[in-house]
């Protein structure tokens, strides 16, 4: 156990991240901040070392986020510090001549609220009461297709066009994120990764793997069980179990949407 989680016993967090059998550099990125409650999952864009630059990038503004009073302050400075992240990567594009970018899935929780944040297809799930359910919704081409009724959940996992993603940090001027907010209940798991778990593991295995035993093994199992399968992408996995504390409950905004590291 490190010490953020010796200061926050309130969650239980495991992690791991990995290059996966095809790619031979490791684009992705983690935060874990169990202390101030922000984990998060990036995953960079534009090549090896473009790619992890981003990811970096963006990793390296969020860990200027301190301790917040309050829910809309932590949702606050975790916002300015993907604006700081955006125009980085804005004049490192500007200077390289070169496209990058990264998707960014962060978790927040204060006392007895969380916020999931996004932007592109990493994704965060929420397990609760036995079931899962994908709390962000892709930024990419087809799933804005399947929006409009012009593809099926189906096609569009069978779809080359498939990874064509629409939103990413430091891809225009002002970032597109998504936010959807409620209440934590006790037992919750939050799990937040990167596409190289998605493309070759389903919701059910996630499920199976959270409920069978703690947040470091489901990751680990995971994992394996991506790498089993080839393992096309690198893979990133950040699990979070909340135990109920003593915190009292305090209020985030309203819903609102459209806010424009390698281990073993």
Known sequence: MNDAQRRNPDFETGCISHTGKVRKANEDNFILRPEIGLWAVADGMGGHENGALASATVVAALEAV?????????????????????????????????????????????????????????????????????????????????????????????????????????????????????????????????DGLTEHVADAEMLAAVEAGGAQEACDALLALTLERGARDNVTVVIVRYRQGASERTRWMPNRSGRGGNTP
């Open 66 to 194: 301190g301790a917040a009073g309050s829910a809309p302050d932590l949702l606050a400075m975790l916002e300015a510090g993907i604006l700081k992240a955006n125009d980085e990567l804005r004049e490192e594009i500007g200077r390289r001549g070169a496209t990058m970018g990264a998707t960014l899935v962060c978790l927040l929780i204060h006392q007895r609220h969380f916020a999931c944040l996004w932007s592109g297809d990493s994704r965060i799930y929420l397990v609760r009461s036995g079931r899962i359910a994908q709390v962000s919704r892709d930024h990419t081409e087809v799933q804005d297709m399947v929006d409009r009724g012009l593809l099926t959940s189906d096609e569009a996992k069978r779809s080359p066009r498939r990874h064509i993603i629409t939103h990413a940090i430091g891809v225009h001027d002002t970032p597109e994120l998504d936010l959807e907010n409620g209440e934590i209940a006790d037992g919750d798991v939050f799990l937040l990764c990167s």
